[in-house]
């Protein structure tokens, strides 16, 4: 088994989040407040509907001690309607002892919601007693290790608000990791293993890993070997980076002393499995670097890409490690992605969303998956458009699909999948206000698919210079993107229709989920990740979704959103400027 060492630990904080927002204030001096439970006859049809919303829409309510006692004690009326849980839950008093009986007596008669984001939400920082969470913890049983992976970052993170080491959640959580490796343990080992790194919640996770190794018996020499091979490659990346930083060698010169020192490492590969799983790939078994396609990148952070493959050559990957930027944001960014595709599997929208794994294994560096067979549209832009100026012409894209699909059957294949990928990115980076958005940034693969590469910044933060932003939307259409969607006269064409009615689905059908949604990102504004720690930031998050608007209204500022991204001129330039730079 492997032991780890206990630093000095000082026990996690709670922290007390201020009001989402500015609360609404609301009138209830006509309420007669019972002294008995199920007064239900005793307040008007108006008063049960206004309680009735405000349990609905609880987050922008100040709970006053007048509002929660109408609350709980007509607690009937929220029978009729289960969204109305999260409302009278927070309106229990969990330290009187016959309310929080009461609650818990009255909980086996409602239906709980199946989603399993709502489930999540009733684990947040406003719910602390231990016997609710055990309940609402039992509800997530029965979901697939699949969905499981899905939110499992925002699982972990949960475990800062239980009151003890162990306790319902971390139960789950690690029988579920002893139970599949591949999909949960393996991730959850390296979820735990980055906060070991922070001294207010150390204690607790090294006492997790510990128990999640002690359990994985056959599996815990291959985490072992995992975690010793890809500290080894982090450190050899580490070196790499600091020397070209510091001494300004050339890619070229860094890449042939990269070879030299994995090569070094061929042999540790071999002990003691004699094949080695990767962080991001545990299910596959390789034996031995790529030499020839591991190399240093021309990037302003010094990133190198490493290759791996199989005795037979079947498996093939490639990953990015980075040092010297917090991953963490990208990991989350690309979850809510995943999360925000799903939404859009649930409702039957044929919009596309390209992700890619990023895992961070220090507070400040990490790996990344190489999406393959795709170019960024800066080299795309450059190849097939002359050059840097290639930013300011309007065929670049088009030539790139045709060259790798050559027959109208393929190019129409990848047409169509251009189509919903860039409906899909164009959404997703929209609600999630993800910002330097320049040409380096986004990928085309070979068959079509558009996304989306490097968080650095999002939720609205975009990049300033001398106090102003540079960018006022994260919607990218630029003129080669609009090229195939419908050229000079775009509003007319099925292509830029169909990207339309997609896109506006797509927002309608996140919009929908906005209080979900929401909850979720609440829950990680305490993971430490700087862009995702104030109201502001969740602010930005309610005006996107045009919470005050009706759907007609939201969907009509939305498609104006997709025009101001069409006249963006500015966009063009800024990317004939960073292909320039690229080249230096």
């Known amino acids: 088994m492997l032991r780890l060492k206990f630093p000095s630990f000082v026990k996690p904080y709670k922290r007390h989040l201020e009001p989402s927002f500015s609360r609404k204030e609301i009138s209830l001096n006509s309420f007669t407040i019972s002294k008995e439970v199920n007064h239900l006859e005793k307040i008007t049809k108006k008063e049960k509907q206004t309680l009735l919303e405000i349990s609905h829409d609880v987050e922008n309510y100040e709970m006053s001690l007048e509002l929660k006692k109408n609350i709980f004690f007509n607690i009937d009326l929220m029978k009729l309607d289960s969204k109305s849980l999260k409302g009278f839950f927070q309106a229990v008093d969990w330290a009187n002892q016959k309310e929080r009986k009461y609650a818990m007596d009255k909980i086996s008669e409602w239906n709980f919601p199946d989603d399993?984001?709502?489930?999540?939400?009733?684990?947040?920082?406003?719910?602390?007693?231990?016997?609710?969470?055990?309940?609402i913890v039992g509800l997530l049983e029965n979901i697939s290790d699949d969905k499981l992976a899905l939110f499992l970052p925002l699982l972990v993170q949960l475990l800062k608000y239980e009151?003890?080491?162990?306790?319902?959640?971390?139960?789950?959580?690690?029988?579920?990791?002893?139970?599949?490796?591949?999909?949960?343990g393996n991730k959850l080992f390296w979820l735990f293993k980055i906060r070991h790194e922070n001294s207010s919640e150390s204690r607790r996770f090294i006492l997790y890993t510990e128990d999640l190794i002690s359990r994985l018996g056959f599996f815990a020499r291959e985490i072992y070997s995992q975690y010793l091979f890809t500290d080894q490659i982090y450190k050899i990346a580490e070196t790499i980076t600091n020397i070209c930083q510091s001494q300004k060698i050339e890619e070229a010169v860094m890449t042939i002393k990269l070879r030299e020192r994995i090569n070094s490492l061929s042999d540790f590969i071999l002990i003691p499995n004699k094949y080695i799983s990767l962080p991001l790939f545990p299910q596959f078994k390789f034996t031995n670097f790529c030499t020839e396609k591991c190399k240093v990148l021309n990037s302003k952070q010094v990133p190198t890409l490493l290759s791996f493959c199989s005795n037979s050559m079947d498996s093939i990957a490639h990953l990015i490690i980075k040092v010297g930027n917090d991953l963490r944001q990208d990991d989350l960014c690309l979850q809510f992605s995943e999360i925000i595709k799903n939404f859009w599997l649930e409702d039957g929208l044929l919009l596309e969303l390209l992700t890619y794994q990023v895992l961070a294994i220090k507070q400040r560096g990490g790996l990344i998956e190489v999406v393959e067979d795709s170019e960024t549209l800066s080299d795309i832009q450059q190849k097939y458009g002359g050059g840097p100026i290639g930013a300011l012409r309007s065929t670049p894209i088009m030539q790139y699909l045709k060259r790798f699909n050559k027959s109208e059957e393929d190019y129409k294949k990848a047409l169509e999948s251009f189509i919903r990928s860039c409906a899909g990115s164009v959404v997703a980076s929209h609600i999630l206000g993800v910002g330097d958005r320049h040409s380096g940034n986004l990928m085309i693969t070979r068959n079509g698919r558009l996304f989306h590469i490097d968080f650095g910044h999002f939720m609205g933060n975009f990049k300033t210079k001398f106090g102003i932003k540079r960018e006022k939307s994260s919607i990218v259409l630029t003129k080669e993107i609009i090229y195939l969607l419908g050229g000079k006269d775009y509003k007319n064409s099925e292509e830029w229709k169909k990207f339309c009615n997609l896109a506006i689905k797509g927002f309608l059908s996140i919009r929908k989920r906005s209080k979900s949604l929401i909850g979720l990102f609440e829950i990680m504004m305490d993971s430490g990740i700087s862009q995702l720690s104030g109201q502001t930031d969740l602010s930005y998050l309610r005006d996107i979704l045009c919470l005050e608007m009706t759907e007609m209204e939201a969907s009509k500022k939305f498609k104006k959103e997709l025009g101001k991204g069409v006249k963006n001129v500015w966009r063009r330039v800024d990317n004939v400027f960073h292909n320039i730079k690229s080249q230096f």
């Open 116 to 135: 399993p984001l709502e489930i999540i939400n009733f684990l947040n920082f406003n719910f602390h007693d231990t016997t609710f969470r055990k309940f």
């Open 163 to 184: 009151t003890s080491d162990f306790n319902a959640l971390s139960e789950f959580l690690l029988r579920r990791g002893e139970q599949s490796f591949y999909t949960i």
